[in-house]
């Protein structure tokens, strides 16, 4: 374990949660209201539209991104003097905007190819303004990664509620004015560059990186470089495994099934923000935790998400379908199918950023990486043999099975690691099947009973109630809030 000065030991565990819970609570309610607008008003063919604009944006933006931001908060989180900190966070930016600027350039370039190849036009500007989103998104996420690997998420709080709240007051502006994909996508730009420029300040303050002693070596650079080639290649496998479905439901069909699939998947990722919240949190401590406290926080903090994601699995088998055609509307006939398909996936999507953010840290992404490819494999060998066929539930169930390898895999690196079982895995869901289990009846029962909207969405909040008093009144769940309440 390693001994770190109070003044870099940053804020506890509790607080760090809190705050990026924070965060994914602002980005739960922005974004998903933006999502749900521009769902309604883009309609399927546009909204198609850019989701495989903001896919293609994914697969550039991941492995410069998630690289060089991972790459960084490893370094950073393990240092004990205030100048070395600096130093890695300069030289993780100097590699981030050469990167950045290279992505950008070559997306622009290559705007007009790609648009072609789908058979729309009207793909190349959304594209070439990809550029720019792809670049100021780059920089926001170093700077709130570099936050959250100083123990410091209040800060990267600040810039992302930020730039939620630009997007969505910018973006809806533009496309209630007729400007349609392209102002979603401007608005998306302005809000990233803004926010990572405000980011940039606020850490300059802190760790002062423009000073002579912050000036990057060859040495910093070269050791940030080399885990950062490492992690975007885990990175890039896992971005192709999320964005591989809306690229080929395109290619084999058109961006108007694109957008049928796209519209639940994006709101059912909303459910999956808790997770990001909790592994901003764990992935720092655990550099500097016993093995035991790592251990203990990791499983506590897991079983409570467990506990989350069956109640939300429950609830998309059972009233999701008819939820998510309330809020998407009528124009998105497939949705409720793709909904219920997307059940296991919602389930497995909490530990999955949790498990990955923990081993990162630790080192481990090489560990990661043929899992992270196998996982991209499989969904994609699964689409091309079922959308032909079936269609975007053929997607749905690609993912499912790519998320169910994935997440095995990494377990399996858990356990190496610092000792996670998939005994521990069982153990832990146990005590909450059985609450679930009389959610999904009675969800299920006033489903059938009703078509009524608001009784359905009445009785998930009743039954949401009733999951949450039962949990709670847990021996073992008081003894767990209190114990990932300790600061040490």
């Known amino acids: 374990m390693t001994r770190t000065p109070r003044s870099l030991a940053g804020q506890g565990?509790?607080?760090n949660a809190g705050a990026a819970f924070g965060l994914q609570i602002v980005s739960v309610v922005v974004t998903g209201a933006l999502t749900l607008a521009l769902i309604r008003l883009l309609g399927p063919l546009d909204f198609g539209r850019y989701a495989i604009t903001l896919a293609i944006g994914g697969i550039v933006l991941m492995p410069i991104d998630a690289g060089l931001t991972g790459s960084t908060g490893r370094y950073v989180a393990q240092e004990t003097k205030r100048a070395r900190v600096?130093?890695?966070?300069?030289?993780?930016?100097?590699?981030?905007?050469v990167a950045g600027l290279i992505a950008a350039v070559a997306l622009i370039v290559a705007a007009p190819f790609i648009a072609r190849a789908y058979g729309d036009g009207r793909l190349a500007w959304p594209i070439r303004l990809l550029a720019g989103v792809v670049f100021g998104q780059s920089l926001l996420g170093f700077v709130i990664g570099s936050f959250?690997?100083?123990?410091?998420?209040?800060?990267?709080l600040v810039v992302g509620a930020l730039e939620s709240v630009a997007e969505a007051a910018i973006?809806?502006?533009?496309?209630?004015?007729?400007?349609?994909?392209?102002?979603?996508?401007?608005?998306?730009l302005a809000a990233f560059l803004a926010a990572a420029l405000v980011g940039l300040v606020l850490l300059d303050r802190r760790f002062r990186l423009r000073r002579?002693?912050?000036?990057?070596t060859r040495s910093t650079i070269r050791l940030v470089g080399r885990y950062a080639v490492t992690l975007a290649f885990v990175d890039a496998a896992w971005t192709l495994f999320v964005q591989i479905d809306v690229l080929l439901i395109a290619a084999f069909l058109d961006s108007r099934h694109a957008g049928f699939f796209q519209a639940p998947a994006r709101v059912l990722t909303l459910v999956s923000y808790p997770a990001l919240a909790v592994a901003t949190a764990i992935g720092p401590r655990i550099t500097i935790d016993s093995s035991a406290t790592s251990l203990a926080r990791f499983r506590g903090s897991l079983q409570l998400l467990l506990a989350f994601q069956l109640l939300c699995a429950?609830?998309?088998?059972?009233a999701g379908a008819s939820i998510v055609q309330l809020v998407a509307g009528a124009n998105y006939a497939d949705a409720p199918l793709v909904t219920r398909a997307l059940a296991p996936w919602v389930l497995l999507s909490g530990v999955a950023p949790v498990a990955s953010k923990a081993l990162d840290y630790?080192?481990?992404?090489?560990?990661?990486?043929?899992?992270?490819?196998?996982?991209?494999?499989?969904?994609t060998l699964i689409d091309i043999a079922l959308i032909p066929t079936i269609g975007i539930v053929g997607a749905a169930i690609g993912t499912d099975v790519g998320i169910a390898v994935f997440v095995g895999g990494t377990l399996l690196v858990c356990r190496r690691r610092f000792g996670y079982t998939f005994g521990h895995f069982f153990t832990d869901i146990r005590p909450f099947v059985l609450?679930?289990?009389?959610?999904?009846?009675?969800?299920?029962a006033v489903d059938i009973a009703t078509d009524a909207a608001a009784l359905l969405a009445l009785a998930v909040v009743l039954a949401t109630i009733l999951y949450v008093a039962f949990v709670v009144r847990m021996p073992a769940f008081r003894g767990l809030v209190r114990s990932l309440a300790d600061r040490s």
């Open 13 to 15: 565990f509790a607080h």
């Open 86 to 97: 600096a130093q890695m966070l300069a030289s993780g930016l100097v590699l981030k905007l």
């Open 148 to 156: 959250n690997a100083v123990r410091i998420a209040s800060r990267g």
């Open 171 to 188: 973006a809806l502006g533009l496309v209630l004015g007729g400007a349609g994909v392209v102002g979603a996508l401007v608005g998306r």
């Open 212 to 216: 002579r002693v912050a000036r990057p």
């Open 314 to 318: 429950v609830i998309v088998v059972t």
């Open 362 to 379: 630790l080192g481990a992404g090489r560990e990661r990486l043929p899992f992270a490819v196998a996982a991209a494999l499989v969904n």
């Open 435 to 444: 609450p679930a289990a009389f959610v999904a009846a009675g969800l299920t």
